[in-house]
């Protein structure tokens, strides 16, 4: 067994060492991380926490393993500083999800970004409907960087010293070529409705629409199906 005396010295040193390791290799914060640094702080803390109940680690075992981690990620760091052409390997790439207004299929399939999850980063750029983006780009550590179209950018209608207008949020009829029935019995449409304004606007088929979005008072939104630039439709 080992004694609590050599557990609170193991405890402390791996704490210290742990805190010396990250001022060292400089992490950013938390929500700043790639997907290879949140992995390396979970190996890292998972190394310490077993070394601290292994009757045959000490002091020594545990500050071997941490600076052979250390090394690795540090090395890791450097190579990257170094050579640009590992970074997108090793870090990754940061994604257009949406480019002119149009979904990407394909870039959010390879990213398993579904509609629903690419609306809720949207929300947390105080972005509630897909027609205000021009651009939407998915970076490296899961965040989303936004540019909005010109007729939703500042000056505001505040700055212009216009009336208030009513505000509506936007409802997704259509995702991934089916209809969402809870949303349209929701806003009082119905599926008939939905079908002429999709002939209205080229669609025959359900199918051939990617993401459809209602707003009060404004022309249904219809996102055809779009692969690297290239609509389906």
Do not use: C
Not at 53 to 63: K, P
Not at 93 to 110: A, L, Q
Not at 164 to 176: A, F, G, H, K, Q
Request: hydrophobic share 45%; proline share 2%; glycine share 6%.
């Amino acid at each position: 067994m080992i004694s609590y005396t050599q557990m609170l010295a193991d405890t402390l040193f791996g704490f210290f060492a742990l805190y010396i390791l990250t001022k060292v290799l400089g992490k950013t914060q938390i929500s700043q991380l790639t997907a290879f640094d949140f992995i390396s702080a979970i190996i890292l803390g998972e190394l310490v926490g077993n070394a601290l109940f292994d009757d045959n680690a000490g002091v020594l075992q545990i500050a071997y393993v941490l600076f052979l981690w250390g090394a690795l990620l540090y090395i890791t760091e450097i190579i990257t500083q170094k050579f640009k052409g590992t970074r997108a390997l090793l870090e990754g790439s940061p994604e257009i999800v949406i480019r002119n207004g149009k979904m990407i299929r394909d870039v959010m399939k390879k990213n398993k970004l579904d509609v629903n999850q690419l609306q809720h980063l949207l929300r947390s750029k105080d972005v509630f409907s897909v027609r205000e983006v021009e651009y939407a780009i998915l970076e490296t550590n899961g965040e989303i960087s936004v540019l909005r179209k010109s007729d939703y950018q500042n000056p505001t209608r505040k700055d212009m010293k216009l009336s208030p207008m009513e505000v509506n949020l936007s409802t997704m009829v259509i995702n991934d070529g089916e209809i969402i029935y809870d949303n349209l019995e929701e806003k009082n449409l119905t599926e008939e409705w939905l079908m002429e304004q999709l002939k209205e606007q080229g669609f025959d088929k359900v199918e051939e629409v990617f993401y459809a979005e209602y707003l009060k008072d404004e022309e249904l939104l219809i996102l055809p199906f779009v692969n690297r630039g290239k609509p389906k439709h």
